[in-house]
């Protein structure tokens, strides 16, 4: 999984954001949570997740690293991910997201459980398989293929 620990985290810390994204690991049996930006972790290993942190990463060396993760979490609010650089470079590397926000409201027609999860209701449903997170990836790319700059550029052109 990955997290970029900087930022918007849906009104929490980074370090409880690192907590947040760490203990969804291991819901999912994931054993790496690459951690981008903020501070670096106390501890190197938490639940059997080991935590990668790096402080800035180019462009070229991120690419790679999120084309080796299938999972990224972030706390960025729902809100703004029609505006979210994090966001799209997630979604143009189909990734499946799980988001926490303050809301579970989604816009511009993203819905939980179809482009992506959203945190506080993962407890109340059978977590999905990788058969399904890929699926949701690819929706969610296919999402952000709507609404790129040149997508964005002719709807403002309209008004």
């Known amino acids: ?90 979604a143009a590397h189909g990734l499946a997201v799980i988001t926490r926000g303050q809301q579970a409201l989604l816009p511009d027609g993203l819905m939980d459980g179809r482009e992506v999860l959203h945190e506080d209701r993962l407890d109340s449903r059978a977590l999905p398989d990788l058969a399904e997170l890929e699926v949701m990836a690819d929706r969610l790319h296919q999402w952000y293929g709507e609404h790129d700059l040149a997508h964005n550029a002719a709807s403002y052109a309209k008004e």
């Open 1 to 90: 999984m990955i997290l970029f620990s900087s930022g918007i985290h849906g009104g929490g810390t980074p370090s409880e954001a690192v907590s947040r994204a760490t203990k969804l690991c291991v819901r999912f049996g994931l054993k790496t949570l690459h951690i981008i930006g903020g501070p670096k972790p106390e501890l190197a290993e938490v639940d059997g997740v080991c935590l990668r942190h790096q402080a800035f990463v180019p462009t070229a060396e991120a690419s790679d690293l999120f084309l080796q993760c299938r999972m990224a979490y972030t706390g960025y609010h729902p809100l703004y991910f029609g505006k979210s650089t994090i966001m799209a470079a997630f």
